[in-house]
């Protein structure tokens, strides 16, 4: 082979690489659908079961201007609403408190949301808390890791019982009442003691709460297996088998006594396939492949994970289970022996040796005996105390770390320590608080609309004064790939296309303030359309843009054009004059184009207009809604009848030039004819383009499977202009049916 030996890693200077601050805007809502920053790399903690910790190093922080930066960038020119800081512990993040506050100033005038990821309770400083507390921010967490003080020391967690108690009390007095704790079991020396004490830790956490919040206090503690991995100090120790994990987590439950403690426990079959993977070498690889054959699809998702797959594959192929999950001899060859992390040889197994004799190591790259950073440059400037190195091995310049840090204190302003204060802060003013929840998590922000009607909320801004509004109506198409974007994603990529213009969109009322967008009836997934309609509403008071160009309807279409994601087309726009008539009362019907189903007999002109006048003569037509419902006792098809004969207007065959044009634009087959049909779309109901195709016999065979009829909105029936001023309408017709496309 011509590979080196060792492969060593490559080490990234993150400054040369600023974070990308843009990203695509169409698509389906993803999990965690934000703009996250990577605000370092690395971590100085030196927990003993931690990979990232060890291969990650040294820790490399980017300066505060490049993610203020990345941040704001993200909302401006990416559209996201909501952003976050993350890297393995924010909390040692140099200048995390200083860096907060001014993220925070800045993105409340954006009204956009912030999280802050792995950011531990403990340690944290009276300012980042009091600042916290003001922001609707979720995801506050304990790691102790372990139940006692004696595996909090074999795995190097340097905290102690104090430490969790008393950031325990900082929180809950500040209003918060919904804590999380994270804890592993199945540690090296681990004993049933320090299993109980998993429980204890999180009864005593609640009784701390309840001293301030009352029965509001609530604490999860969440305990996950250990799976030893590569690179680390544990890297030799055994995992707990299958059974023994699942007798202890049996333990854990039957320890909780208090109502108000949530216990969560992982899966223990997921652990054992996990620490398989961990430990496991290229001899696994067959026992991957024959997993895969055998369905093995997802399986970090519990419902389709199968334990039982897993372990007939182990035995069919004779894998060692006990070899690759038990104790391995400290002499012994490694799997991955021949990557080189830039780990001094030896350093992990002094580590592990510490372990086993429950001592030890202080945190790399901070003063002996502190757990945060000093967050102003006067005091960072007076501490010249030595900085940590336990030589593991990678060339760490703490020189060079320490002036870093002073560089970035003061780039963000902090110079002086903040003021102290007689006792913590708290939410005074709900309205002005930035919102940075993650679906509710016990903020003492969230409780700024506890008890107030949905009424009352939209009558108060959050951190807005009354404004006046002007409202825009705007045609637009949706073909291609985002016809499969379904209703609300469409809500969501709007809103995302409106920031990204940089237009002063006017924002709902309450907890959580979204822009103010009015949508037509919503079209089925899949559905392509040329004519949708939405209204949105600006605030009025800004009569020009940020760059000084007048706010008018033709200026604003073209700027909503520039960043709309293809497929997406605004088509029109017109300025409504104030009073004027909602979408849900103008809209009378929408026009539907189908293209029927090929049923081995062509549907030309003549066979389309033969099949439109049998339908219109009829009296009623019914189909049958939601056929595919369960059967009733009496043995009929579940759902109800429609009678769609009632909801169609009209029909009319489209033919000549206008089917190829039109199949072109939608990417459809071409056919010599199609139907256009004019369906109610009011309060007293409507029918979907599907029921109308059935109706006419051109939908195709009930098989899902089947090719079926091609459908497709051209527009809206009601929507004159009669509200729109005078001289502010671009780019449409100001008649009652819908502008049609220039294929027709």
Same mark, same amino acid.
């Given at each position: 082979?011509?590979?080196?030996?060792?492969?060593?890693?490559?080490?990234?200077?993150?400054?040369?690489?600023?974070?990308?601050?843009?990203?695509?805007?169409?698509?389906?809502?993803?999990?965690?659908?934000?703009?996250?920053?990577?605000?370092?790399?690395?971590?100085?903690?030196?927990?003993?079961?931690?990979?990232?910790?060890?291969?990650?190093?040294?820790?490399?922080?980017?300066?505060?201007?490049?993610?203020?930066?990345?941040? *704001?960038?993200?909302?401006?020119?990416?559209?996201?609403?909501?952003?976050?800081?993350?890297?393995?512990?924010?909390?040692?993040?140099?200048?995390?408190?200083?860096?907060?506050?001014?993220?925070?100033?800045?993105?409340?005038?954006?009204?956009?949301?912030?999280?802050?990821?792995?950011?531990?309770?403990?340690?944290?400083?009276?300012?980042?808390?009091?600042?916290?507390?003001?922001?609707?921010?979720?995801?506050?967490?304990?790691?102790?890791?372990?139940?006692?003080?004696?595996?909090?020391?074999?795995?190097?967690?340097?905290?102690?019982?104090?430490?969790?108690?008393?950031?325990?009390?900082?929180?809950?007095?500040?209003?918060?009442?919904?804590?999380?704790?994270?804890?592993?079991?199945?540690?090296?020396?681990?004993?049933?003691?320090?299993?109980?004490?998993?429980?204890?830790?999180?009864?005593?956490?609640?009784?701390?709460?309840?001293?301030?919040?009352?029965? !509001?206090?609530?604490?999860?503690?969440?305990?996950?297996?250990?799976?030893?991995?590569?690179?680390?100090?544990?890297?030799?120790?055994?995992?707990?088998?299958?059974?023994?994990?699942? !007798?202890?987590?049996?333990?854990?439950?039957?320890?909780?006594?208090?109502?108000?403690?949530?216990?969560?426990?992982?899966?223990?079959?997921?652990?054992?396939?996990?620490?398989?993977?961990?430990?496991?070498?290229?001899?696994?690889?067959?026992?991957?492949?024959? %997993?895969?054959?055998?369905?093995?699809?997802?399986?970090?998702?519990?419902?389709?994970?199968?334990?039982?797959?897993?372990?007939?594959?182990?035995?069919?192929?004779?894998?060692?289970?006990?070899?690759?999950?038990?104790?391995?001899?400290?002499?012994?060859?490694?799997?991955?022996?021949?990557?080189?992390?830039?780990?001094?040889?030896?350093?992990?197994?002094?580590?592990?040796?510490?372990?086993?004799?429950?001592?030890?190591?202080?945190?790399?790259?901070?003063?002996?005996?502190?757990?945060?950073?000093?967050?102003?440059?006067?005091?960072?400037?007076?501490?010249?105390?030595?900085?940590?190195?336990?030589?593991?091995?990678?060339?760490?310049?703490?020189?060079?770390?320490?002036?870093?840090?002073?560089?970035?204190?003061?780039?963000?302003?902090?110079?002086?320590?903040?003021?102290?204060?007689?006792?913590?802060?708290?939410?005074?003013?709900?309205?002005?608080?930035?919102?940075?929840?993650?679906?509710?998590?016990?903020?003492?922000?969230?409780?700024?609309?506890?008890?107030?009607?949905?009424?009352?909320?939209?009558?108060?801004?959050?951190?807005?004064?009354?404004?006046?509004?002007?409202?825009?109506?705007?045609?637009?198409?949706?073909?291609?790939?985002?016809?499969?974007?379904?209703?609300?994603?469409?809500?969501?990529?709007?809103?995302?296309?409106?920031?990204?213009?940089?237009?002063?969109?006017?924002?709902?009322?309450?907890?959580?303030?979204?822009?103010?967008?009015?949508?037509?009836?919503? *079209?089925?997934?899949?559905?392509?359309?040329?004519?949708?309609?939405?209204?949105?509403?600006?605030?009025?008071?800004?009569?020009?843009?940020?760059?000084?160009?007048?706010?008018?309807?033709?200026?604003?279409?073209?700027?909503?054009?520039?960043?709309?994601?293809?497929?997406?087309?605004?088509?029109?726009?017109?300025?409504? %004059?104030?009073?004027?008539?909602?979408?849900?009362?103008?809209? !009378?019907?929408?026009?539907?184009?189908?293209?029927? %189903?090929?049923?081995?007999?062509?549907?030309?002109?003549?066979?389309?207009?033969?099949?439109?006048?049998?339908?219109?003569?009829?009296?009623?037509?019914?189909?049958?809604?939601?056929?595919?419902? *369960?059967?009733?006792?009496?043995?009929?098809?579940?759902?109800?009848?429609?009678?769609?004969?009632?909801?169609?207007?009209?029909?009319?065959?489209?033919?000549?030039?206008?089917?190829?044009?039109?199949?072109?634009?939608?990417?459809?087959?071409?056919?010599? %004819?199609?139907?256009?049909?004019?369906?109610?779309?009011?309060?007293?109901?409507?029918?979907?383009?599907?029921?109308?195709?059935?109706?006419?016999?051109?939908?195709?065979?009930?098989?899902?499977?089947?090719?079926?009829?091609?459908?497709?909105?051209?527009?809206?029936?009601?929507?004159?202009?009669?509200?729109?001023?005078?001289?502010?309408?671009?780019?449409?017709?100001?008649?009652?049916?819908?502008?049609?496309?220039?294929?027709?």
């Amino acid at each position: 082979s011509e590979l080196p030996y060792p492969i060593q890693r490559g080490l990234v200077d993150l400054k040369k690489f600023p974070f990308p601050d843009e990203s695509p805007t169409g698509g389906p809502e993803a999990i965690f659908d934000r703009m996250s920053i990577e605000v370092a790399r690395g971590c100085t903690e030196g927990c003993r079961f931690c990979q990232a910790g060890m291969i990650y190093r040294p820790v490399r922080e980017r300066s505060p201007a490049s993610i203020i930066a990345s941040v *704001l960038g993200g909302a401006e020119r990416a559209g996201y609403d909501e952003t976050g800081l993350t890297c393995l512990s924010t909390a040692d993040f140099s200048s995390i408190t200083p860096l907060v506050k001014t993220l925070a100033a800045e993105l409340r005038q954006r009204t956009v949301s912030m999280s802050v990821a792995s950011l531990r309770a403990y340690g944290l400083n009276e300012d980042i808390l009091d600042e916290i507390a003001q922001m609707r921010i979720t995801g506050l967490t304990f790691a102790p890791e372990a139940g006692t003080q004696r595996m909090r020391d074999v795995v190097n967690k340097n905290i102690t019982e104090a430490h969790i108690e008393e950031s325990s009390h900082r929180v809950f007095e500040r209003g918060w009442h919904r804590l999380k704790l994270y804890f592993m079991i199945g540690l090296p020396s681990e004993e049933d003691l320090d299993v109980r004490g998993i429980v204890e830790t999180g009864e005593r956490m609640l009784r701390i709460g309840r001293g301030h919040v009352g029965k !509001r206090a609530e604490v999860t503690v969440s305990v996950s297996s250990h799976v030893p991995k590569p690179h680390t100090p544990f890297q030799w120790a055994a995992q707990d088998s299958l059974a023994e994990i699942e !007798r202890k987590q049996a333990g854990l439950r039957g320890a909780v006594r208090e109502r108000g403690l949530r216990l969560k426990v992982h899966d223990a079959g997921v652990s054992f396939v996990e620490g398989m993977m961990a430990r496991g070498d290229r001899r696994l690889a067959d026992a991957v492949e024959l %997993a895969w054959r055998r369905g093995a699809r997802f399986d970090g998702w519990d419902e389709v994970f199968d334990l039982e797959r897993w372990r007939a594959v182990f035995a069919e192929l004779g894998v060692d289970v006990e070899a690759y999950l038990g104790t391995r001899p400290v002499t012994a060859r490694l799997p991955w022996d021949h990557i080189d992390v830039g780990l001094e040889d030896g350093f992990l197994l002094q580590e592990y040796r510490k372990a086993l004799k429950d001592r030890a190591s202080p945190p790399c790259g901070k003063v002996a005996g502190r757990l945060i950073h000093h967050t102003n440059l006067r005091d960072a400037e007076a501490d010249r105390r030595r900085l940590v190195c336990y030589d593991c091995g990678v060339a760490c310049d703490l020189s060079r770390m320490r002036d870093d840090r002073l560089v970035a204190l003061r780039a963000l302003g902090a110079l002086e320590p903040s003021a102290s204060r007689s006792g913590p802060a708290r939410l005074e003013d709900p309205e002005a608080a930035l919102d940075v929840s993650e679906r509710g998590g016990g903020s003492p922000a969230e409780r700024g609309d506890r008890g107030r009607s949905p009424t009352a909320q939209r009558q108060t801004s959050v951190g807005l004064p009354a404004i006046p509004m002007t409202t825009y109506r705007f045609r637009y198409t949706k073909l291609g790939r985002v016809a499969f974007l379904g209703h609300l994603d469409m809500m969501r990529v709007l809103s995302r296309v409106l920031r990204r213009a940089g237009v002063p969109v006017a924002l709902s009322r309450g907890f959580n303030p979204k822009p103010l967008l009015t949508f037509g009836p919503a *079209l089925a997934l899949g559905g392509p359309s040329f004519g949708e309609v939405v209204d949105i509403v600006f605030d009025a008071s800004r009569e020009r843009w940020p760059d000084g160009v007048p706010a008018s309807a033709d200026v604003l279409r073209d700027r909503l054009r520039e960043v709309c994601p293809e497929g997406i087309e605004i088509t029109s726009a017109e300025r409504l %004059a104030p009073g004027s008539p909602g979408l849900a009362k103008l809209i !009378r019907s929408y026009d539907l184009l189908i293209a029927p %189903a090929v049923d081995g007999i062509a549907h030309d002109a003549a066979r389309l207009g033969r099949i439109a006048a049998a339908f219109l003569m009829k009296d009623r037509v019914l189909v049958r809604r939601g056929e595919r419902a *369960l059967e009733t006792d009496g043995g009929a098809p579940g759902g109800r009848e429609i009678d769609v004969r009632m909801l169609v207007e009209s029909l009319r065959v489209v033919d000549g030039d206008a089917p190829l044009r039109l199949c072109a634009a939608l990417d459809w087959p071409v056919v010599p %004819a199609m139907l256009c049909a004019g369906v109610k779309a009011t309060s007293d109901g409507s029918a979907k383009p599907a029921e109308v195709a059935r109706a006419l016999g051109i939908w195709g065979p009930d098989d899902p499977r089947a090719p079926h009829a091609l459908l497709a909105r051209l527009g809206f029936v009601g929507l004159d202009a009669d509200g729109a001023q005078d001289g502010d309408v671009v780019g449409g017709d100001r008649g009652g049916r819908p502008e049609q496309p220039s294929l027709f």
